[in-house]
């Protein structure tokens, strides 16, 4: 049956990136902790790795269109860099802050280390409202929140990447900005590039490729055919999309997606090509043809097979966990699943494939756009995939045989993977001096 409550129309610029009573920072410290004890890890290296290694603040101007200075907000935290450069994306959004770029920035390094790329963790972005600005000025606000950041970025230092409201277009002015900095051009500075600067094949939706890789995997762990099966996708934006359109090339039927409008439903599965179209017109899903308004926690809550959460941190609680009827949830957002949320949802024997496992595909094919960019010698998109499918599955591979080892569930067992080969980093280079 289709739902019936309809959406509220909330414009992007008033939804808190976390609902305010959940920090993502909270969030972020207490999975940790659940590993760190699970691992008995010793109180020193405990300690180091709870902690952002280095957080930076600047507030520079921007000359708007009209002429007016306006001071920004912009942030780049590194959690930790023991394992390689600081690896994370860049975020745009009204409600961003120090506590969640730190989360932000933590997850990546226990990503990085879960599919066992030679990067460390990090984030970063600027606090603004990028819907209600022109290009020229989201051009100005970048190079400028580039040039102030500057000295921590490098191809062996700090590579950022795309993030929330952030696309090729903006990495291309990091990659840019940058190179006119050092007096000749740095493509491994930035990954998320166009093409045509040293970008990678398959970058854009690599993200979305893997989530759907990963889902295939835990189809099989559950005996359920994806063949028709229901998905419902919340956020329609780089991985939400892209994760729509690689279930239904596998067979799933998509029967709903939302944005920050609020969510569409077909139950018969929604056509994407013309959603994304709509979505391109109108700035939003809602009110494509042939599809009935839902709203944001409807989508949550559908009767379907396999949820991807795909828009920001805090989305699934303990409010609305209960009510979720979803089979797998596949987070290709980073923290949309708060701990109490993710107690429920274990003991309703949902299977939840955790952020650092089910999103990696993205810096996965950063790390890969990279290489090539060092290499001067760039891959096919049949070598990029392939190479892809390989690193995801056999991560996945070591966090099942990590959760059956402990009897855990998948994100402990993700995360004990990946806090050991950081802290096992860590040990091994000692502490300096
Ligand atoms: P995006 O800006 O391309 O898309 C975000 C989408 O979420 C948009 O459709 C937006 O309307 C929607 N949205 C925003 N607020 C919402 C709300 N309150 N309710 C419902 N929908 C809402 O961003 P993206 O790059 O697709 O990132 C989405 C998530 O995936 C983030 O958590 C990001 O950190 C994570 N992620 C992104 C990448 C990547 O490669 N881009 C990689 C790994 C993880």
Same mark, same amino acid.
């Given at each position: 049956m289709a739902p019936t409550r309809s959406a509220p129309d909330v414009p &992007? %610029?008033?939804? =808190? &990136?976390? =609902? =305010? %009573?959940?920090s993502a920072w909270d969030v972020a410290q207490r999975q940790y902790d659940r590993a760190a004890d699970k691992l008995n890890l010793s109180p020193g290296v405990r300690e180091v790795l709870r902690h952002a290694k280095r957080e930076v603040t600047v507030h520079f101007p921007v000359q708007m269109d009209n002429g007016e200075t306006r001071v920004f907000h912009g942030y780049r935290v590194w959690h930790n860099v023991v394992r390689g450069p600081a690896k994370g994306g860049l975020r745009y959004h009204p409600s961003l802050n120090l506590d969640d770029v730190r989360a932000l920035a933590m997850w990546m390094t226990w990503k990085c280390a879960a599919v066992k790329i030679p990067f460390g963790g990090a984030k970063g972005g600027v606090t603004c409202d990028p819907a209600a600005m022109s290009p020229r000025e989201l051009e100005r606000m970048t190079r400028r929140y580039v040039t102030d950041i500057a000295d921590m970025l490098g191809p062996d230092s700090d590579i950022p990447a795309p993030d929330v409201n952030t696309n090729p277009q903006v990495m291309a002015w990091v990659m840019d900005t940058y190179s006119m900095h050092r007096g000749h051009s740095v493509p491994g500075v930035v990954t998320g590039k166009p093409l045509s600067i040293g970008g990678s094949e398959g970058r854009a939706d690599a993200t979305g490729r893997g989530v759907v890789y990963l889902i295939q995997e835990a189809a099989k762990m559950l005996d359920l055919d994806l063949d028709d099966a229901r998905a419902a996708i919340q956020g329609f934006g780089n991985v939400g999309a892209s994760s729509a359109r690689f279930l239904h090339e596998v067979g799933a039927r998509v029967v709903a997606v939302s944005d920050s409008r609020g969510g569409v439903f077909n139950g018969d599965g929604l056509d994407l090509a013309t959603l994304t179209r709509h979505k391109q017109e109108t700035g939003s899903v809602v009110g494509a043809p042939r599809t009935q308004t839902i709203s944001n926690a409807d989508l949550l809550e559908l009767d379907c097979d396999i949820l991807v959460p795909a828009a920001l941190e805090g989305m699934i609680t303990a409010e609305n966990a209960p009510q979720i009827r979803a089979r797998i949830v596949a987070e290709g957002a980073n923290g949309p699943t708060t701990p109490e949320a993710d107690d429920i949802l274990r003991a309703n024997g949902t299977l939840v494939i955790p952020d650092i496992l089910a999103n990696a595909g993205g810096v996965t094919v950063s790390y890969f756009e990279w290489v090539q960019d060092r290499e001067e010698f760039f891959w096919t998109i049949e070598e990029i995939n392939a190479r892809l499918r390989r690193a995801l599955l056999r991560a996945f591979d070591e966090v099942q045989r990590m959760g059956a080892e402990h009897t855990v569930d998948l994100r402990l067992a993700a995360y004990m993977l990946a806090v050991q080969r950081v802290a096992e980093a860590t040990l091994t280079r000692g502490i300096y001096p």
């Open positions: &992007s %610029s008033a939804q =808190p &990136s976390t =609902p =305010p %009573s959940v």
